[in-house]
């Protein structure tokens, strides 16, 4: 089993910044992809954020204030959030992409969340 827990969520001021961070525990033998995601009340979940083997990705809205990172060590993934706007007001969500299992099962495992708030 493979749980996936965020931290880091808040309350800030527009301008200002959060890091959020995202840590994998269990069992899994790799994790191909780390990924934030966030969502408002009556929408899907958005991409932030991702960060495979081979790329990095960033949602045209967070490019340039956002940067996501991973340390393979630590099976934890962080996004740095500056210049914070009220837009970003969301629960952000992390997904990680993992080798599982005895025969080596590709999980998406989705953490439970957590909020952060940008108002003055």
């Not at 991409?47 to 809205?61: F, N, P, R």
């Amino acid at each position: 089993q493979v749980q996936v827990v965020e931290s880091g969520g808040g309350w800030v001021q527009p301008g200002g910044s959060l890091r959020l961070s995202c840590a994998a525990s269990g069992s899994f033998s790799h994790i191909y992809g780390m990924a934030w995601y966030r969502q408002n009340p009556g929408r899907q979940h958005d991409l932030v954020a991702s960060t495979g083997e081979t790329a990095t990705l960033y949602a045209d809205s967070v490019k340039g204030r956002f940067t996501i990172s991973r340390d393979d060590a630590k099976s934890t993934a962080y996004l740095q959030m500056n210049n914070l706007k009220p837009e970003d007001t969301a629960v952000y969500y992390c997904k990680m992409s993992v080798r599982a299992g005895e025969f080596g099962e590709f999980l998406e495992v989705w953490g439970q969340g957590t909020l952060v708030t940008v108002s003055s």
